[in-house]
């Protein structure tokens, strides 16, 4: 009788003793391309960039009330094989998206892609040590990062 009135004063000590402000985010928030996929082609040349699809991890500091993430970016160049430039510089935005569609952070960046002499370069781009902003008790599918050409 005794054991099992110590067990029930070890869970209920126990149990007090937790903490009860933890909160799970859950997964990261969702990265996209803006348009699903978006095209833009350049004055003076042939050249067409193509963003086709993104890779996102996270990292949630849940005291700061922050999330931490890195995006990776997938495309190609059109008709890479028309120019004679070696690298070609994109200017991307990263916008981080919020409850009720409130942008929270945005970015620019200009990246620089590494052409090849063929029709078609696929080219990867990390972004890298993004941070922004999150509410307490939200989780991650509340929130999104949208990305895009300028």
């Excluded at 120019?83 to 970015?107: C, Q, S």
């Excluded at 993004?130 to 599918?141: A, D, P």
């Amino acid at each position: 009788m005794f054991k099992n009135y110590l067990i029930i004063f070890t869970l209920i000590f126990l149990v007090s003793c937790s903490d009860s402000a933890y909160f799970d985010p859950g997964p990261c928030p969702r990265a996209a391309i803006l348009k699903g996929s978006e095209t833009k082609e350049l004055d003076r040349s042939d050249l067409v960039i193509e963003l086709n699809r993104t890779i996102m991890i996270c990292e949630y500091n849940l005291r700061r009330k922050n999330i931490n993430f890195d995006v990776g970016i997938f495309g190609d160049v059109i008709n890479s094989d028309t120019v004679t430039l070696e690298n070609l510089r994109i200017n991307l935005f990263i916008a981080f998206v919020g409850p009720d569609d409130t942008v929270i952070d945005k970015w620019s960046k200009i990246v620089s892609v590494k052409l090849k002499n063929q029709k078609i370069s696929s080219f990867s781009i990390p972004i890298e040590g993004l941070r922004s902003k999150i509410e307490e008790g939200r989780t991650g599918s509340s929130y999104k990062v949208l990305i895009g050409l300028e």
